[in-house]
């Protein structure tokens, strides 16, 4: 089975392939174009969805495409869908999520995955994840990408990226989507 990643995030490639596994061939969007896909959109879904069906377009492939955010309780759900914009690099936003956070108790996050599987012209299913926990005080560990290093997961005293690649890849938004995934592709006919 072939899949087109509709992305050019190296870190997201990497652990999409550790979850999914090596039943799957796969290629990425950099493979048919050096472009990054806007994500305009207003909810996860929607800028999935975006990513999904004009890598099909592109690939005549069948493509696999996801957003993901952090939803921060005592932010109203700041950054969320715009957790990829909310500064220029990781080391920004985290910085900002921080400052944002500095006066407030209540540490409460989710991050949250939504992955969008377009398989044929106006054919897609749609698969999402969550992540529940708290934001730390200052970040903490060096592995992973993103806000891994102030994302405590529940049942968790050390970030993301202080557990490493393994543990994350047990427990995280990404894995609880393609858990779904993996179900609905062994549930295909051959």
């Known amino acids: 089975m072939l899949i087109v990643l509709a992305t050019k995030n190296e870190h997201k490639i990497k652990e999409i ?3 999914l596994g090596t039943d799957i061939h796969y290629q990425t969007l950099s493979d048919y ?3 990054n896909i806007k994500e305009a959109g207003r909810t996860l879904m929607q800028n999935s969805l975006t990513k999904a069906a004009f890598t099909f377009k592109i690939s005549g492939k069948p493509a696999l495409a996801d957003d993901s955010g952090i939803f921060v309780e005592a932010l109203n759900g700041e950054p969320g869908v715009f957790s990829s914009r909310y500064g220029i690099d990781d080391e920004d936003r985290i910085t900002k999520l921080l400052k944002n ?3 407030k108790k ?3 996050a989710v991050f949250k995955a939504v992955f969008v599987y377009y398989y044929a012209l106006n054919k897609y299913e749609i698969f999402d994840g969550e992540c529940a926990g708290e934001i730390a005080y200052e970040p903490r560990g060096t592995t992973g990408f993103g806000y891994d290093p102030v ?3 529940n049942g968790y005293k050390k970030t993301f990226a202080q557990l490493g690649q393994k543990v994350k ?3 995280s938004h ?3 989507a393609l ?3 993996k179900k609905y592709l062994q549930q295909l006919p051959v």
């Open 17 to 19: 392939k550790e979850i």
């Open 151 to 153: 994302f405590i997961p």
């Open 33 to 35: 174009f050096n472009i």
């Open 106 to 108: 209540n540490r409460k």
């Open 101 to 103: 956070l500095e006066t």
């Open 169 to 171: 890849n047990r427990i």
């Open 174 to 176: 990404r894995t609880k």
């Open 179 to 181: 858990a779904k995934f």
